[in-house]
């Protein structure tokens, strides 16, 4: 087993240990000692990041209680090393896991939910509930958790003998065995969790829920914490700010804003339709009869556009009439003919080209991946 030094003071930076072993891994390094202030990766939590004697640590794993430090160069066995870790990235984990556990404890009193499910990495938290929440109850959530942490509770972690354990009502995603570590936050919650926290809730300083989704009859939640929260508060606002100013109008007022502009474009793309379409109809005017299979190409048509003129290029001409317009992934399409010659030429059309779509009577529509040349050969 490795002495985990973490389990004692989650603030400790620095530290000396001696190497137990050290074998090739992959490219890399696997490096045990006797102790050390890395936490490895577990519980949904990423590992610490830092340096042993000048070599990079990597990654930390944990394996039958042997903590495995993964190095970008040897250690030698039996050297006492230093070992120190990437603070700043401990103390964001700690600040994000110990905000989780607040806003779990709460959700669990509120709404009798159960933590399902919890992934810490570098750029994104999320928690998942075995019950369904609306926004208002994960507001109300997120407002209590905050004052949990303006109140700033202590946090405590031990581990208790198997007939205190026995007593406590505590949270766990799952059965453990061994010796189980609690995780108490002062009048608030109190879980069976491994990772390191922070010794007051005042030092996440602040709890964002930032969105959620439903997921397996419950509910994923995405959150932030501490600077974390600050940040990303910091580009909202950034971004809320460059908006007011383009919109002219006050910050709180972009929403109302937001909404007269798109009724502003609907209006005007409701116009730019009526004059496309009459276009359309008057170009459609000046088609000569052909009895030929044609395809005609014209740019910003929507597939009701295109299903108006092909259509409409069929009854006045007969054959198989497609009209084409860009898009995206190469051309989208309709095409219009009597029934059978159409079903005869498309059969032709999707075994020569990369089409997308189907139809059946007299339409037939979708979108074709392939060169405007490519396209014409077909309708020779």
């Known amino acids: 087993m490795t002495e ?35 936490f490895p990766e577990a519980g949904g939590q990423k590992s610490d990041r830092g340096i042993i004697s000048g070599v990079n640590v990597l990654d930390v794993k944990i394996e039958d209680d042997v903590i495995i430090h993964i190095t970008d160069a040897p250690l030698t066995v039996g050297e006492t090393v230093d070992g120190t870790i990437d603070f700043e990235r401990r103390f964001d984990f700690m600040q994000q896991h110990s905000g989780e556990h607040i806003v779990s404890g709460v959700a669990h009193r509120l709404y009798g939910c159960e933590n399902v499910g919890f992934h810490l990495s570098e750029d994104i938290v999320t928690l998942d509930f075995d019950k369904p929440l609306k926004r208002e109850e994960i507001l109300r959530i997120e ?32 059965e453990l065995l061994g010796a189980i570590r609690i995780v108490e936050i002062e009048n608030t919650d109190m879980c069976a969790c491994c990772a390191p926290h922070v010794k007051k809730s005042g030092e996440i300083g602040l709890i964002k ?46 929403a109302l804003a937001v909404d007269r502009l798109l009724e502003q474009i609907s209006n005007l793309k409701y116009k730019f339709t009526a004059i496309k379409r009459q276009m359309l109809l008057e170009k459609l005017e000046n088609i000569k009869l052909q009895k030929d299979i044609t395809a005609m190409f014209e740019e910003d048509l929507e597939i009701k556009d295109l299903q108006m003129l092909s259509d409409s290029i069929y009854k006045k001409c007969g054959g198989v009439r497609a009209v084409l317009s860009p898009c995206d992934n190469g051309y989208s399409f309709a095409i219009c003919g009597e029934e059978t010659e159409l079903k005869e030429f498309f059969n032709r059309f999707k075994e020569k080209l990369c089409v997308k779509g189907g139809g059946r009577g007299t339409l037939v529509q979708g979108t074709v991946a392939n060169k405007k040349e490519e396209i014409l050969e077909l309708f020779v």
């Not at 050290?22 to 000692?33: F, I, M, P, T």
């Not at 909202?236 to 002219?248: D, M, Y």
């Open 209 to 254: 829920l930032l969105g959620f989704e439903k997921l397996r009859g419950g509910v994923r939640i995405e959150m932030k914490c501490g600077m974390r929260a600050l940040e990303d508060f910091n580009q909202s606002f950034e971004n809320l700010h460059n908006i007011s100013n383009k919109l002219c109008v006050k910050r709180y007022e972009t």
């Open 143 to 174: 407002k209590c958790a905050n004052e949990a942490v303006f109140s700033n509770v202590n946090f405590y972690t031990y581990y208790p003998d198997d007939k205190t354990l026995e007593n406590l009502e505590y949270r766990s995603k799952k």
């Open 4 to 38: 985990k030094l973490y389990d004692v003071d989650s603030y400790i930076k620095n530290f000396t240990a001696k190497v137990i072993s050290c074998e090739k891994y992959l490219e890399n390094y696997a490096v045990v000692l006797d102790k050390t202030a890395f």
